[in-house]
């Protein structure tokens, strides 16, 4: 986050006065007197489910933009993966921004629009980025009984990865393999996907 | 000019919502005002590509609105247009309290409407053809018809409306004077130009007020039933021809799909009413609170403004009919009505037989308002402080010290420092005066003025739902590890930290949502 390291550079300042500065360890959130308790209350818990499904959607969506050269086209694996590391590559997946943005000059200002011969009409808009998982979860399955699958996978691939630099995608879908189970295995999306849970559950 | 603390909240809701380099040039529209894009590569110092895909983003979700302007060629050259950007502040506010919006829709119109207007709070922008599709995937019905008799209530509760263009082009204005041509000048006269240029420019990118809500006729086997909700989707009464006349007129841009978006106004208008209700029943009570919500809804449709100050009139007959439908009105009679519109304060207005009742909204929103920073006042400063305060507040004029000592029966002293610590904070103006002549003494002068107090508090409210924003994402953080850690390895010590996690969470996301009325109380209403 952007604010998260402003306060690092506080420290130690304040030098050149009468007495030596003195070097205070960093609080990020001191505590303040007299402030009291909150309450806690699940009055607006479907309010805060809806903001998180919505902060998940967008973090996966190709509106949160991400700098193409910064990412590295082979991601390196570090020597021992931890278990947290799991999450870590896979989530960065994304179908390309003009399939949901129109950048025609009817929609966006003439500089910023895209040229005509890049239109070509997408096969199949991702709306739902857990749908395409599911299917995926069913081939994977199929493949291991019958290896003539893994044709129709790879085709599936190219359908749907049009021009624009989505070789990281069709490298990267055997990986979302182990990012689909683990998906699967995290509670998150209980709650996104089924709202008579219980209401102590997270929505994280 | 936006205040610091709240071009610092809407650059971190940008920057959780689409990433940081989006952000970036959110933060230098903020800042810097209206720029080009060239202007804007310089600023940010980022690539030109990232820079038009983040501008792409941003215009998609709403949060930048584009515009065509003449500049003057320098030393002989020909005037040439060109693009700038301005950012619009409340629309990325408004990403904040989405799930406010989303609430409202669902309780007025249902699960399948919900569908569609969550699809286009996440993109900002679709076209009808999209919302189908995206309907297909997610709800796994292939019935168009049921989407678009869904999009068709959102349209006629006016939640949904057509998305400006992308490119207006502003004319030079007709007095002759030129804008500023460099973007760094200082004097105040241009920067009211610049103010007018972005409102203009809102008003040149708005749909018309006919179209705003019309339904498109793309698909001729559409076109019967569309018809018959078109009479009723428009605002003004209109003959069928006269409507087919219209659209021919506007054939060049049939075949430019239209895209439709979250309309922000007759949201923040709903909220607006419930939180004048609430207000009454708190201050007055359950009676005036039914009739001021059948007075606020009936009035409703002629609310051009997006800050209406008044009311429509309305006769107490219609009020009577609205009232006896709502529940606890039931009992109602005329006399009661009657009472409570006493109550309220409204504006009788006698035409004859009829009685005509209007409702002063913005007086009601202005004692909410009011009551808030004495609450505040109050809480920070003590008893003491929030009667001089109180007391200022209702003289609206300069008070003298020792006599704001002697009607608050403060002693003098404390009266002195209560005055000087709301004064170094922002929440009082002080003049000092000095008398000259035979006897030579200095006059302390206090007063509260409304318009900057409203604004200073409306800055700290930023400040604090920044605050309350980047506990929770560091509260998030810190959990990190066991929010990964699949449900059944949850047991005992962690089993804990997970629910105390997530009781946290609750609790900060509620205060922000309740902080967030107040932010609206102040900013929206």
């Known amino acids: ?204 | 000019m936006v205040s610091p603390h709240g071009v610092q909240l809407a650059t971190h809701l940008i920057s959780s919502f689409y990433g940081d380099l989006c952000s970036k040039v959110c933060e230098c529209l903020l800042r810097r005002g209206t720029l080009t894009l060239a202007q804007i590569i310089r600023f940010t110092e980022l690539s030109r590509e990232n820079v038009i895909n983040c501008l792409r983003v941003l215009i998609h979700q709403n949060c930048v609105q584009a515009f065509a302007i003449q500049q003057e060629g320098a030393f002989g050259e020909a005037p040439r247009i060109i693009t700038q950007y301005m950012a619009l502040f409340d629309n990325m506010i408004h990403k904040m309290r989405a799930p406010k919006f989303m609430q409202i829709v669902s309780e007025e119109l249902g699960k399948d409407c919900l569908g569609i207007f969550q699809g286009l709070i996440q993109h900002g922008r679709l076209s009808i053809n999209q919302i189908i599709d995206r309907n297909e995937q997610t709800a796994g019905s292939a019935d168009v018809h049921v989407v678009r008799e869904s999009f068709n209530r959102l349209l006629i509760a006016r939640f949904i409306e057509r998305c400006p263009a992308p490119e207006p082009f502003l004319a030079p204005p007709a007095d002759g004077e030129t804008p500023a041509k460099k973007r760094g000048a200082k004097s105040a006269k241009i920067g009211e130009e610049r103010q007018t240029t972005e409102q203009r420019a809102l008003a040149a990118a708005a749909p018309m007020d006919s179209m705003r809500f019309l339904m498109e006729m793309d698909d001729p086997s559409e076109e019967k039933s569309e018809e018959c909700t078109n009479s009723v989707t428009v605002g003004e009464k209109r003959k069928q021809d006269v409507l087919k006349s219209d659209e021919d007129a506007l054939d060049a841009d049939k075949k430019k799909e239209v895209l439709w978006r979250v309309n922000f106004e007759e949201l923040v208008r709903r909220l607006r009413h419930k939180a004048c209700v609430s207000y009454v029943k708190m201050r007055i009570n359950d009676e005036a609170a039914i009739v001021l919500s059948a007075m606020l809804e009936l009035s409703r449709h002629s609310e051009t403004r997006q800050k209406a100050e008044n009311s429509a009139y309305l006769s107490i007959n219609a009020i009577y009919d609205e009232v006896i439908k709502k529940e606890g009105g039931l009992g109602m009679d005329f006399e009661r009505i009657r009472a409570s519109l006493e109550q309220l304060g409204c504006q009788c207005l006698e035409t004859g037989v009829d009685e005509n009742y209007s409702i002063d909204i913005k007086g009601i929103i202005e004692s909410a308002q009011t009551e808030e920073v004495e609450s505040v006042v109050l809480r920070r400063y003590g008893r003491e402080a929030y009667r001089i305060f109180r007391l200022l507040s209702k003289a609206g004029r300069f008070l003298e010290s020792d006599k704001i000592s002697d009607t608050t029966f403060v002693e003098k002293k404390d009266t002195i420092k209560i005055l000087y610590k709301l004064w170094k904070d922002d929440y009082l103006h002080m003049e000092k005066v000095m008398t000259s002549g035979a006897k030579q003494s200095l006059f302390l002068l206090w007063r509260v003025n409304k318009e900057p107090l409203r604004e200073h508090v409306l800055d700290e409210m930023y400040h604090a739902a920044l605050n309350l924003r980047l506990r929770i994402a560091h509260e998030q953080d810190k959990g990190k590890e066991i929010l990964q850690l699949p449900r059944e390895k949850l047991v005992g010590e962690l089993e804990k930290r997970y629910k105390l996690l997530g009781k946290v969470r609750v609790i900060l996301e509620s205060s922000l949502m309740n902080l967030d009325e107040a932010i609206m109380l102040f900013h929206d209403f």
């Open chain 1, 1 to 204: 986050m952007a604010f998260r390291g402003r306060g690092r550079g506080r420290g130690g300042f304040g030098g050149g006065g009468f007495r030596p500065a003195k070097q205070e360890p960093l609080e990020l959130f001191p505590e303040i007197e007299g402030l009291g308790t909150a309450e806690y209350s699940t009055a607006q818990i479907e309010l805060i489910k809806w903001s998180s499904g919505l902060h998940k959607y967008c973090n996966s969506s190709p509106y949160y933009y991400e700098d193409r050269s910064e990412r590295p086209e082979k991601v390196d694996k570090p020597d021992i993966e931890r278990y947290s590391d799991r999450n870590l590559h896979s989530g960065k997946v994304r179908p390309p921004l003009w399939h949901f943005i129109k950048l025609d000059a009817d929609h966006v200002p003439t500089e910023l629009a895209r040229g005509e011969k890049k239109q070509k009409l997408v096969k199949r808009v991702r709306w739902n980025p857990e749908s395409d998982l599911q299917k995926l979860d069913l081939f994977e399955k199929l493949e291991q009984k019958h290896q003539g699958q893994e044709g129709t996978e790879k085709k599936e691939n190219e359908e749907e990865e049009e021009d624009g630099g989505n070789e990281e995608d069709e490298g990267e879908f055997s990986d979302e393999g182990d990012y689909e189970q683990a998906e699967y295995c995290d509670d998150d999306e209980d709650d996104f996907n089924m709202a008579d849970d219980n209401n102590d559950e997270p929505f994280y």
